[in-house]
């Protein structure tokens, strides 16, 4: 039961680290574009 708890906190952790991780890129290739005008 304990380690159901831990392992959906780190997955939960994961999928905000991934979350940001793809904004941060879609972010990236939305400033080339623009860089590119």
């Keep these: ?3 159901t ?3 959906t906190k780190n997955v939960s ?3 905000h ?3 940001k991780y793809t904004y ?3 972010f990236l290739k939305a400033y080339e ?3 590119q005008l």
Excluded: C
């Design 33 to 35: 574009q623009v860089g």
């Design 5 to 7: 708890v831990y392992l």
């Design 17 to 19: 680290i991934y979350k």
């Design 13 to 15: 952790h994961y999928v």
């Design 24 to 26: 941060i890129l879609f």
């Design 1 to 3: 039961m304990l380690l």
